[in-house]
């Protein structure tokens, strides 16, 4: 039998950004996963940086981190969750990573002299990264950051644009996803931006299969006929991606518009119907909460909870456990004067996040949650806190710091350790990705995971500093978990506190739906009792 070829979708948006493009990816990777598919992901993204790990999350959202340690797009994120692939460093390719490897081999002399172009050094090097993402994989859905007409965006469209002829017609599907606004006030659809942004797409040499058009209500038959008439594309190809209550919706809503079987249509594939069981019953437990609990999120990015997205995620994942609804409350560090206002939370959370901005506002949450005994999650910046508020006020270490809040603290009881001392440069350079974590036998986070060695994402440079672990152990603070040789604490907790547990790993970013995060079920299920929720 003839080796199955991999099939390409590639995703382009039109009209503006955030039509939820990497929604709308993911959740065909859903689909088609359903119906038996091996399928992988790629996200092309047409800034120049390397990566977005030195971005500000008030510009770009959440970096993902994935298992192998790379800092990439929140889109990544949102094909984890919603399907099995793996996300690693060759599923994020952005436009400065290209010009870094294409310019390294210009000054390497691999081009033999040659003059270096857009077309065909930079298009080529894209198409590799396009071909090495898909390698072993049924199915590669590439999505291009931004929107058709960027400037930046135009090598990667001519680079998919050429896939079509180097894979063939039948292996090659284009998806393109605009806006259809309801204008009130004429009481009608509007198809126009579909259509300018489809002629736009037509500039560069891409005729779309499909059309995903974002909308708030279904489209009518009459105004999908004329979206298809005018941008040349069949009827049952017009698919209405509509807005929804909980994402975890979108996957239904595409099916029943036809989505997966037009895309299997268009490219050819023979498979059975998709088996949507987990997500009809992963959408009961999101519309039908039996109890409803308020988490306290206290962090420096609350005007933009797109920083947040994981956490969310997790937070919900773990609401779904318990059929309960998660409400969160972000509470903005800064401005947080009296902590006394977070005690009608059922659960405090003090995530990750990078400076002195606010840690004094996070250091009083903790110690809320510490005195009055209200369920506490901490992750990174949130575990480092809880040391420093434990070591200020319960082991009597007065003025207590991490070195990166105050560099000439008395007790650097959080610092960097010599390997991260010596770093210059700021890209790439944290302790990344998946290590290795062994829990001590009988702890709340033992029990939480149910087994000793583990291993989640990290994303930081400091470090709880071992030489303060003995005292500190000694007035009380449980190191439940270490990195196997025991040098770096990874998770502390309190012994008598009903559920104080604090992670210098992201558990968030393995969390899915179908698999939430053991710590998250925990904290949540604590949070219930706490709240008189249930459970
Ligand atoms: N700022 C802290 C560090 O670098 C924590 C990082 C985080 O919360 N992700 O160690």
Not at 90 to 116: F, Q, S
Request: aromatic share 8%; net charge negative.
């Amino acid at each position: 039998m003839p080796e199955r070829s991999t099939k390409f979708i590639f995703v382009t948006g039109g009209v503006l950004s955030s039509l939820g493009k990497g929604l709308a990816s993911a959740s065909l990777g859903a689909l088609l996963e359903a119906r038996g598919l091996s399928i992988t992901f790629l996200k092309l993204d047409p800034y120049l940086n390397i990566d977005p790990g030195t971005m500000n999350p008030f510009q770009h959202g959440e970096v993902y981190v994935t298992g192998d340690g790379a800092e990439t797009d929140l889109d990544l994120g949102h094909y984890e969750r919603f399907t099995r692939a793996q996300m690693a460093k060759i599923n994020n390719v952005t436009a400065g990573k290209v010009y870094d490897t294409v310019l390294g081999k210009e000054r390497r002399g691999d081009y033999l002299g040659g003059t270096v172009q857009v077309i065909p050094h930079v298009t080529d090097e894209i198409k590799e990264r396009i071909q090495l993402a898909a390698e072993g994989f049924d199915v590669l859905i590439c999505e291009v950051g931004g929107t058709v007409g960027d400037i930046e965006s135009l090598p990667f469209l001519e680079a998919i644009r050429q896939v079509r002829a180097d894979v063939g017609r039948e292996n090659c599907c284009y998806v393109h996803i605009a806006l259809v606004p309801y204008i009130a006030t004429a009481g009608e659809l509007k198809t126009k931006p579909v259509q300018h942004s489809v002629k736009e797409l037509r500039t560069v040499g891409i005729a779309p299969d499909i059309i995903l058009c974002r909308t708030d209500r279904f489209l009518p038959k009459g105004v999908k006929a004329k979206i298809a008439l005018f941008c040349n594309v069949d009827e049952d190809a017009v698919i209405t991606a509509k807005d929804v209550e909980t994402i975890y919706e979108v996957p239904l809503i595409l099916n029943q518009e036809g989505l997966d079987e037009k895309v299997t249509q268009v490219l050819n594939i023979w498979t059975g119907r998709p088996d949507l069981g987990r997500w009809s019953d992963i959408l009961h437990r999101a519309s039908n909460p039996e109890s409803t609990v308020t988490i306290a999120m206290v962090g420096k990015y609350v005007d933009l909870t797109e920083s947040y997205k994981s956490l969310n995620e997790a937070l919900y994942h773990a609401g779904f456990h318990h059929k309960a609804r998660v409400n969160i409350e972000y509470v903005d560090s800064e401005k947080l004067e009296d902590p006394s206002s977070l005690r009608n939370a059922s659960g405090i959370l003090v995530p990750h996040g990078f400076g002195a901005r606010g840690a004094e506002g996070k250091i009083a949450a903790v110690g809320l949650a510490r005195e009055q005994r209200i369920p506490y999650l901490g992750i990174c910046f949130g575990m480092q806190f809880s040391v420093i508020e434990f070591a200020r006020n319960v082991a009597g270490l007065v003025g207590a710091n991490s070195t990166e809040v105050d560099e000439s603290t008395a007790h650097p009881v959080i610092d960097l350790l010599p390997e991260q001392r010596d770093i210059e440069d700021m890209g790439a350079t944290m302790r990344l990705g998946n290590w290795p974590c062994v829990l001590k036998p009988g702890t709340k986070a033992h029990k939480a995971y149910g087994q000793e060695r583990i291993a989640e994402r990290h994303r930081h440079r400091y470090e709880f500093n071992p030489e303060y672990r003995e005292r500190l152990e000694a007035a009380g603070l449980v190191c439940s978990g270490t990195s196997p040789d025991g040098r770096l604490v990874e998770i502390v907790e309190l012994e008598d506190h009903p559920w104080f547990v604090a992670s210098q790993f992201h558990p968030e970013f393995a969390s899915t739906p179908f698999r939430p995060s053991a710590l998250f079920v925990d904290f949540i299920g604590a949070a219930l009792k706490y709240g008189g929720g249930g459970d």
